[in-house]
């Protein structure tokens, strides 16, 4: 474990300086990919070990992670993983439903070719993977693709807020148990290497219209791409959404 640096939020480690925000990162994965389960406690000295900093960081990391909602403190028990429940879940959907159409359209309004150059390498290895059947390497090349979107939106306040929905997403689906019952109606769930094939069409037409800078196109894109994700949610895991005025509804963690 690396020393203690007074008045500093970083910790050295083979003559590196590791900042909060780099634990705050790795813890957060960690959240997001179940490793540390919800209801679970984050010990700051076990915390520590675990990624090779002092407890300077693993502390600041942890009071940014309870700001973000990942994080909660229990009395007597100090930090522990959040529990998300889903009513937060729905309402993480409605919050999405307005703000990817959004950075969608800003996108086609501010993208760079540098932006695109990204966007088109990215379909195209997403597309090679679904064909092939290489679902497991898809996750980090979606968020990688919505993550460059978010950028392209020109706007660094919105693309951090779609950044951090998606992360926050991710993880209550994940952390929100499924019930063991069969879709309701007796629908069938959908098949999902023929679902990630079309996923990844989805976000080539998308591209096309930011590419094309035609911001209308792109918004609907965008929110039919999130309200097919969202029916298939539905269908695995249904939640209580309340009834919203928006005519589209968000995506599933998985896209």
């Known amino acids: 474990m690396g020393p203690e640096v007074s008045g ?11 900042s909060a925000h ?48 990942f994080v909660t403190t229990r009395r007597h028990a100090g930090a522990c993983v959040a529990q998300p429940s889903e009513r937060e879940a729905a309402d993480l959907l409605d919050i999405r439903a307005l703000l990817e159409p959004l950075g969608a359209a800003r996108a086609a309004q501010r993208r760079t070719e540098a932006h695109l150059k990204v966007l088109r390498g990215l379909v195209r290895l997403g597309r090679e993977r679904a064909q092939h059947g290489r679902l497991g390497e898809l996750r980090p090349l979606g ?36 019930p063991q019952s069969a879709p309701p109606g007796g629908a069938r769930r959908p098949d999902p290497a023929a679902r990630a094939v079309e996923s990844w069409a989805e976000h080539g037409a ?13 918004r609907a894109l965008a929110a039919a791409h999130t309200e097919r994700a969202l029916a298939e949610y539905r269908q695995r895991r249904p939640i209580p959404v309340s009834a919203s005025k928006h005519s589209v509804n968000t995506a599933s963690g998985r896209n």
Do not use: N
Request: glycine content about 8%; aromatic content about 4%.
């Open 206 to 218: 998308l591209v096309d219209a930011v590419a094309r800078g035609d911001a209308d196109r792109a």
């Open 22 to 69: 780099a634990v705050c990162t790795a813890i957060r994965d960690d959240i997001v990919s179940g490793t540390h389960q919800p209801g679970s406690r984050l010990t700051e000295e076990l915390l520590a070990r675990r990624y090779g900093v002092s407890r300077v960081p693993v502390r600041e990391a942890l009071r940014t992670l309870e700001s973000e909602g």
């Open 143 to 178: 968020d990688w693709f919505h993550e460059t979107l978010a950028q392209a939106s020109g706007s660094p306040s919105l693309a951090a807020m779609l950044v951090q929905l998606r992360r926050k997403t991710a993880w209550v689906y994940a952390a929100v148990p499924a």
């Open 8 to 18: 500093d939020t970083t910790a050295a480690q083979g003559g590196r300086r590791i």
